[in-house]
């Protein structure tokens, strides 16, 4: 009996154990304690812009991350060196959290168990991003400190971690609270301002096609906005980060051209003096700033007229053919009254392109020749002439390898100013002379081509299946020897005939004789 009791005892016990570990497993996993905030800021550039998204709806967030192509956002620049504060409110329900009451909540209503004094602060990267984490679950105030560009800046706002996801109204498997929470908060920036345009190769002009090595103007032209004669800017400072595919020409060949509104050139900035010049060879950063002398002299000389700056580069072996090589310039500039402006330029481009040949025998195009050399010429004037050879990075001979192969690569092509968007086609014509023929295994050498050879370069020419063949053949195998072997055969016969006559002639003379 008691044995019996036992066992009832212990499946009792089992049976117990068993139902506290079933009733464990359908325990939820505990809420997370903490949170965090990320501030993604945007830039503004036009009041019109600005006034829509305060007036709609757009400019509500829902805490959630957007992707980068959203239509609420992909119009908008980030804006990094924007400085955030957060404070941890104490939320006992004793007063209203208005967020425009923001003074009092930060003076009378602060836990000051957080952070410094019970606010932390963070300042926007590169990317306009700024993230608060770790942060213990509760009420937040966000304020925007002031910034020397921004003319609107966000106002107050009371953020709670964690706060409401509105998808859980229509999605009930979507969580209901959201503990990382995402805010876009939007700045308009000061209008007007200096304004910045820029052009490749010619001004006015924002696409060009360029060969490898040669060394070609970018052209930046800023605007020189009115003054007071009492007052000078406190900065201007033009930036150019230049592409890694682009090689940047030494800073001696800048020029700063100043013009009066009526567009008329009046002189030049002096380096040094005027301005001076930093290029950073690690980021490829070309900063180039005015002193307070060349602020003056802009501002007497180009006052209300623009300054036209110029750079070289050139296009190097590491530009992929075809692409375009974008390149953006960028203004800084603080007026007298301490306002900063940002503005970026447009962005021209320039571009390279290359043909590929491979060298075959004529009567067996699976034989490829190597060591034959070509020029390449802009015309076929040139091409007969075999004058002005075109040069890409110092060498105008081309030779075909193991391979057969002759790669031409970084030529220009297109109409200077010629976009994408108005020719997908854009080309141009060349003229390949062939200047040493290649020699087979025997020691013999094979004809050069009789004419220059037509090619087109394009976007894609370089590739693979765009390949061109060219065919040589042996010298003397199809021609005749001095004029070929028929006209031997009548020489002979024709020496023949003369020495048939002689004999004929003697025979007479003999006979005569008798």
């Known amino acids: ?112 168990t957080f952070g410094t004094d019970g606010t932390k602060e963070g300042t926007t990267d590169d990317n306009g991003e700024y993230k608060f984490d770790n942060l213990p679950l509760g009420a937040y105030l966000l304020q925007e400190e002031d910034h020397a560009q921004v003319s609107k800046k966000m106002a107050p706002a009371i953020i709670y971690v964690p706060t409401y996801n509105p998808e859980n109204k229509t999605d009930t498997n979507a969580p209901k609270w959201l503990y990382d929470i995402h805010v876009y908060p939007k700045n308009l920036i000061h209008q007007g301002g200096p304004d910045i345009d820029k052009d490749v190769v010619n001004e006015g002009n924002n696409h060009a096609g360029e060969n490898i090595g040669d060394v070609f103007p970018w052209i930046i032209t800023t605007t020189v906005p009115l003054k007071d004669d009492e007052e000078i800017y406190n900065k201007y400072i033009i930036t150019d980060v230049i592409d890694s595919r682009l090689d940047f020409v030494n800073e001696e060949k800048i020029s700063i051209e100043m013009r009066d509104s009526y567009g008329n050139s009046h ?102 020749l190597k060591g034959a050399e070509f020029q390449v010429f802009a015309s076929e004037a040139d091409a007969k002439a075999k004058k002005n050879p075109i040069s890409i990075n110092g060498k105008n001979t081309f030779v075909s390898n193991e391979q057969g192969i002759v790669e031409i690569f970084g030529l220009a092509y297109g109409t200077l100013g010629e976009s994408y968007e108005e020719n997908n086609n854009r080309s141009t ?33 370089h590739l693979d299946n765009q390949t061109i063949t060219v065919y040589n053949a042996l010298t003397n195998t199809d021609l005749p020897f001095t004029g070929g072997i028929g006209t031997i055969i009548f020489v002979i016969g024709g020496i023949a005939l003369i020495g048939a006559a002689v004999v004929l002639n003697r025979k007479g003379s003999r006979k005569a004789v008798k």
Request: glycine residues 6%; negative net charge.
């Open 1 to 112: 009996m008691k044995n019996k009791l036992k066992k009832i005892t212990a499946m009792l016990l089992s049976i117990g154990m068993l139902m506290t570990l079933c009733v464990g497993a359908n325990v939820k996993a505990a809420e997370p304690e903490t949170g965090s905030i990320t501030i993604h800021k945007l830039k503004v550039e036009e009041e019109d812009d600005y006034n829509k998204l305060v007036e709609g709806l757009n400019n509500k967030g829902t805490g959630q991350l957007l992707e980068k192509d959203n239509p609420l956002i992909k119009d908008y620049k980030p804006f990094p060196g924007i400085t955030f504060k957060l404070t941890k409110l104490v939320d006992d329900g004793s007063v209203k959290l208005d967020p425009k009451e923001a003074t009092d909540l930060f003076n009378n209503h602060r836990d000051k």
């Open 267 to 368: 002189d030049y900035l002096t380096r040094d003096a005027d301005y001076y010049t930093q290029y950073d060879e690690s980021t490829r950063e070309l900063k180039i700033t005015l002193t307070n002398d060349g602020i003056r002299k802009i501002c007497s000389v180009a006052r209300n007229g623009k300054l036209v700056t110029k750079f070289y580069t050139k296009i190097n072996d590491s530009a992929i053919l075809g692409d375009e090589i974008d390149n953006t310039a960028h203004l800084s500039f603080t007026n007298f009254s301490g306002q900063d402006y940002e503005k970026d330029s447009d962005t021209p481009e320039v571009h390279t392109g290359g043909i590929k040949m491979i060298k075959v025998d004529k009567e067996n195009s699976a034989k490829v």
């Open 429 to 461: 014509d060349y003229w390949i002379v062939e200047t040493k023929a290649p020699i087979n295994e025997k020691g013999e050498p094979y004809s050069l081509l009789s004419e220059p050879l037509k090619v087109t370069v394009n976007a894609t020419s």
